[in-house]
């Protein structure tokens, strides 16, 4: 079974600064997806950015990109010139191609200073 | 934009009750999914649901669980005897996409569920 790891539960950043957040994953597939989710205090899953695998280039998003590396299974995200209302919890999830589930990590808690 | 509608917003019950979680997922979409989060902790796959029945489910979706598409638009999870434990924060989503999309999943807001 597929496996998400996201090894910071807490990580701070100084507001307009760029922070990374780590996840790697356990696979023996070779197509897949991956996902970043934020859930603010509010609680809802808000989709930040996705990477399909068979992708070389990195994702981007605005102030969002991940530096995708498939041979070491890692899936970083990161956030240039952090804002206030990027505290969140960051989720990094794994969808397979061949089945429908999503598996996520644990987590990491972002905290945005001022 | 469309989104993924959850009611109620947060459910109060009693141990042994029944509960039935609701949810309207996104009118085109496919593929229906219920998730839970214990406060804390991450996002656990519960069941996916396409074309009116059970497509994958987790270990933690036994028989105390059930889901239910009854009128086309709705979609429900129905725990028959709540445990302490499955107090939680349950999750619909919906994607447009079978097998092999790389659609994201569309999340509701959740129904936090507090079993006393």
């Known amino acids: 079974a597929q496996t998400v790891t996201q090894s910071q539960p807490e990580m701070s950043v100084q507001e307009a600064e760029t922070v990374t957040l780590s996840c790697t994953y356990d696979?023996?597939?070779?197509?897949?997806?991956l996902f970043w989710y934020k859930q603010p205090p509010s609680r809802q899953m808000i989709l930040v950015i996705r990477?399909?695998?068979?992708?070389?280039q990195n994702a981007t998003e605005n102030r969002f990109s991940v530096n995708f590396q498939k041979a070491a299974k890692s899936f970083s995200l990161k956030i240039s010139d952090s804002q206030l209302g990027d505290a969140a919890m960051y989720f990094c999830a794994y969808r397979s191609y061949n089945n429908n589930d999503m598996r996520f990590g644990a987590g990491t808690r972002l905290t945005v200073k001022p | 934009e469309p989104e993924v509608t959850q009611t109620p917003s947060h459910q109060v019950t009693q141990m042994g009750q029944e509960v039935i979680l609701r949810c309207v997922p996104i009118s085109n979409h496919l593929y229906f999914y219920w998730y839970r989060q214990i406060l804390g902790q991450k996002v656990e796959f519960l069941v996916s649901?396409?074309?009116?029945?059970?497509?994958?489910k987790s270990e933690i979706f036994d028989d105390q669980f059930s889901v239910e598409r009854p009128d086309g638009s709705n979609f429900t999870l129905k725990i028959r005897s709540t445990k302490l434990e499955d107090s939680a924060m349950y999750f619909c989503a919906s994607n447009p996409r079978d097998r092999g999309g790389n659609s994201p999943l569309h999340f509701g807001n959740g129904t936090r569920l507090t079993v006393t």
């Open positions: 649901f396409y074309n009116n029945e059970i497509s994958e």
């Open positions: 990477q399909e695998a068979y992708k070389q």
């Open positions: 696979t023996s597939e070779s197509d897949y997806y």
